[in-house]
Structure formats: structure tokens, C-alpha cells
């Protein structure tokens, strides 16, 4: 399993995180799944890739709960760099893809 260029996001396997906005409950456990209350929302994908090039700062969970006669649901996770592991915003752009965004320490490296 790739945790980055120098293993630096080995640390959050094993680890899970939550987050409740007005609507749902979100919970983020990198490398593993996501979830949106009691629906998968997607599991553990990879990173995003650029043509050749691996993006450590886009993850993807893939393949989660099928919607009502549509398609499966997916998140995209934005790393966004700050002193603490901690989902910091979560939305819907499109029907069934979530985006999260969490605060994780090793950008700042």
C-alpha cells in the first residue's frame, strides 16, 4: 500500500475520524473507507493521478453504496495542511460524490 513518498501517511492507518455537520455524520478512516452515517460512502481507492505523477494530496474512496437505481457513491478527500488530524469540511458537489476536506500535519514537512 503506497502511505506516500516517504511513508509519512502510514500514521492515520488504523486510526478513524468523525465529523457532524447539520445533516450527517462523517467518518473518514484513511486507507480503509468513508462513511456518511450508516452508508459507505466509498473504500479505499488510492491517490489521485496526474498522468504519470501520484497526487499525495488527493485521496479516493471508490465503490461505496449504490444510490437508489444510480450509481455507487465515492468521496474525494483534499488534504489540507494544519497541526492536527481532524476532517474540517464535508460536502455534496454532485449527486452520490462526497468531498472532504481534512486537516493533516504532513505538509507541513
Given at each position: 500500500?503506497?502511505?506516500?513518498?516517504?511513508?509519512?501517511?502510514?500514521?492515520?492507518?488504523?486510526?478513524?475520524?468523525?465529523?457532524?455537520?447539520?445533516?450527517?455524520?462523517?467518518?473518514?478512516?484513511?486507507?480503509?473507507?468513508?462513511?456518511?452515517?450508516?452508508?459507505?460512502?466509498?473504500?479505499?481507492?488510492?491517490?489521485?493521478?496526474?498522468?504519470?505523477?501520484?497526487?499525495?494530496?488527493?485521496?479516493?474512496?471508490?465503490?461505496?453504496?449504490?444510490?437508489?437505481?444510480?450509481?455507487?457513491?465515492?468521496?474525494?478527500?483534499?488534504?489540507i495542511?494544519?497541526?492536527?488530524?481532524?476532517?474540517?469540511?464535508?460536502?455534496e458537489?454532485?449527486?452520490?460524490r462526497?468531498?472532504?476536506?481534512?486537516?493533516?500535519?504532513?505538509?507541513?514537512?
Amino acid at each position: 500500500m503506497d502511505f506516500g513518498p516517504n511513508q509519512e501517511f502510514y500514521v492515520l492507518k488504523g486510526e478513524c475520524f468523525e465529523k457532524l455537520d447539520e445533516k450527517y455524520r462523517y467518518k473518514l478512516c484513511p486507507f480503509d473507507r468513508s462513511d456518511q452515517d450508516s452508508t459507505n460512502i466509498g473504500r479505499w481507492d488510492g491517490w489521485e493521478k496526474e498522468g504519470e505523477n501520484i497526487n499525495y494530496r488527493v485521496m479516493w474512496y471508490r465503490n461505496g453504496n449504490s444510490c437508489w437505481q444510480g450509481p455507487t457513491r465515492s468521496t474525494k478527500v483534499e488534504l489540507i495542511c494544519g497541526a492536527e488530524n481532524r476532517i474540517i469540511s464535508a460536502s455534496e458537489p454532485a449527486k452520490v460524490r462526497i468531498c472532504l476536506h481534512f486537516q493533516h500535519p504532513c505538509c507541513l514537512y
